[in-house]
């Protein structure tokens, strides 16, 4: 009787799984692919490195310690009230 029950589980089963499972539709249509190559406009590409140069940019500074060295920081005490 018991086999018989999960006989019919299993049956009862596959039929509402595969009922309900379909395959996933997407919202829109995907865009189409083209066989050409956009590639090719960034073929030609320069870099202008004049800003390097300009005498704003080497007025810069660094203020405070360049790579930062971090020091004994947080609490002692993480239960104390202050």
Request: hydrophobic share 50%; charged share 20%.
């Amino acid at each position: 009787m018991m086999l018989l029950i999960l006989v019919i589980a299993f049956a009862i089963g596959y039929l509402y799984y595969s009922q309900s499972i379909q395959p996933a539709q997407l919202p829109i249509d995907p865009i189409p692919l083209s066989a050409r190559d956009d590639l090719v406009i960034f073929k030609d590409i320069t870099i202008d490195l004049s800003i390097l140069d300009d005498t704003r940019f080497k007025s810069l500074r660094v203020f405070g310690e360049s790579p930062v060295k971090p020091g004994v920081t947080g609490k002692r005490d993480i239960f104390a009230p202050f």
